[in-house]
């Protein structure tokens, strides 16, 4: 059974860093995208960061580049994702996204197969 599970959310205060990590559990995902999304309250998932494969690119948002940071740990299996500069307009659930469909490209939520709970990333004064 896989399963992913997010940690390191938090309140932050505007400025403020938060690092979040996914441990996925139940398959390597070493050979497949995985990623960073998030959503915030009456709005649609959108892509923050991710990569496809071991050596492959990393892709960000315009609105976290410079900022954020996404990272993989191939023998943990464990994605992570450095959040400095945040603004309250980060405020949101953050959710980790594994094993991206062929046909859908990075960025696009409903291609991905395998999804964790979401961490509350709230950035407020």
């Known amino acids: 059974q896989v399963q992913l599970e997010e940690s390191g959310g938090g309140l932050v205060q505007p400025g403020g860093s938060l690092r979040l990590s996914c441990v996925a559990s139940g398959r390597s995902f070493s050979s497949n995208a995985m990623a960073w999304f998030r959503q915030a309250p009456g709005k649609e998932r959108t892509f923050v960061a991710g990569?496809?494969?071991?050596?492959?690119?990393?892709y960000y948002a315009d609105s976290v580049k410079g900022r954020f940071s996404f990272s993989r740990d191939y023998a943990k299996n464990t994605v992570f994702l450095q959040m400095n500069t945040l603004k309250p307009e980060d405020t949101a659930v953050y959710y980790c996204?594994?094993?991206?469909?062929?046909?859908?490209?990075?960025?696009?939520?409903?291609?991905?197969?395998?999804w964790g709970q979401g961490t509350q990333v709230t950035v407020s004064s």
């Open positions: 990569s496809k494969w071991r050596g492959g690119s990393t």
């Open positions: 996204a594994a094993d991206q469909k062929s046909e859908y490209s990075i960025a696009t939520a409903t291609g991905y197969n395998y």
